[in-house]
C-alpha cells in the first residue's frame, strides 16, 4: 500500500505555543488530505478535508483559526495547533487519497501534549 | 454515510479464519463498503473495500450480501499481529466517519 509519514510522532509543548505537524505522501500523489484526531479510547474524528492548492473543509465544531491547514504540494499538508491548550492533548493523525472514492492512506500519527 | 453496526468485539484462534460481520442496512446504492485496521497507537491501515462484489486481495477477503445490507471481512489465518479495531466504514465519496469499530483479539 501507499506510504504516508507524519513528522514528529511525539510532541510535548507549553500551553500558548503552536505547534506545526507535517503530513507527507512518500510515493503517490495525494490530490486530498485528510485531518483527524483521536482522544483516548475513543475513535477517530474527521477534523477537515484539504484538497491542493485550496482552502481546507472543516467539521462542524472544529476552529478554522485555531487548527491552521496548509496544503500546499501534492505530497505535503501541514496543521498547526495555534495558541495550544492542555485539551488540545490528544493523536493527530493524517491521511492521503488519490481523490473522491480512493481509498484513504493513513499516517502514523502524531501524539500532542500540551503542558 | 450510511451507518454500519458491529458488535464491539470478539476473539479466534490463533491460524483459524476470522470473520468479522457489519451491518449497513441503510446503505445507498453508491456508498462503498471499507474496512480499515487500527493497532494501538497507530494510524489506521486500509484494508479492503468492496462497492457489490466479493472481493479479495493478500490481507482480505470481503463479503457483500446481494441485498448489500451487510457484509463480512474474512481473515484467512489470523495471526497475533492481527490483533487491532477493525473498523467497517459505508461511505460514497472520500469522507470516512469511524464508529467504534470490533475488538478483535487473537489468541494463542
Redesign the interface.
Known amino acids: 500500500?501507499a506510504v504516508?509519514s507524519?513528522h514528529p510522532s511525539r510532541v510535548i509543548c507549553k500551553s500558548g505555543t503552536s505547534v506545526k505537524i507535517e503530513c507527507r505522501s512518500l510515493d503517490f500523489q495525494a490530490t486530498?488530505m485528510?485531518w483527524?484526531r483521536q482522544f483516548p479510547k475513543k475513535?477517530?474524528?474527521?477534523m477537515a478535508?484539504s484538497n491542493e492548492g485550496s482552502k481546507a473543509t472543516y467539521e462542524q465544531g472544529v476552529e478554522k483559526d485555531k487548527f491552521l491547514i496548509n496544503h500546499a504540494s501534492l505530497t505535503l499538508s501541514t496543521l498547526t495547533v495555534t495558541s495550544a491548550h492542555p485539551e488540545d492533548s490528544s493523536?493527530y493523525?493524517c491521511?492521503a487519497?488519490l481523490?473522491?472514492?480512493?481509498?484513504?492512506?493513513?499516517?502514523?500519527?502524531t501524539?500532542l501534549t500540551v503542558t | 454515510d450510511a451507518k454500519t453496526t458491529q458488535p464491539p468485539s470478539m476473539d479466534c484462534a490463533e491460524g483459524r479464519a476470522a470473520n468479522l460481520p457489519c451491518n449497513h442496512s441503510t446503505i445507498s446504492g453508491n456508498e462503498?463498503v471499507?474496512w480499515?485496521r487500527?493497532i494501538h497507537?497507530?494510524?489506521?491501515?486500509?484494508i479492503i473495500?468492496g462497492l457489490k462484489n466479493n472481493e479479495t486481495n493478500e490481507m482480505a477477503s470481503l463479503i457483500i450480501t446481494e441485498d448489500r445490507k451487510s457484509s463480512t471481512l474474512i481473515l484467512p489465518h489470523a495471526t497475533l499481529r492481527d490483533t487491532a479495531v477493525y473498523?467497517c466504514i459505508a461511505g460514497?465519496?472520500?469522507?470516512?466517519?469511524?464508529?467504534?469499530?470490533i475488538t478483535l483479539s487473537v489468541r494463542p
Open positions: 500500500g504516508v507524519q486530498t485528510f483527524y475513535s477517530l474524528m474527521l478535508t493523536f493523525i491521511s487519497s481523490g473522491a472514492g480512493w481509498e484513504q492512506y493513513f499516517g502514523p500519527g501524539r | 462503498y471499507y480499515y487500527q497507537s497507530q494510524g489506521p491501515q486500509y473495500h473498523y460514497a465519496n472520500s469522507k470516512l466517519t469511524f464508529g467504534k469499530g
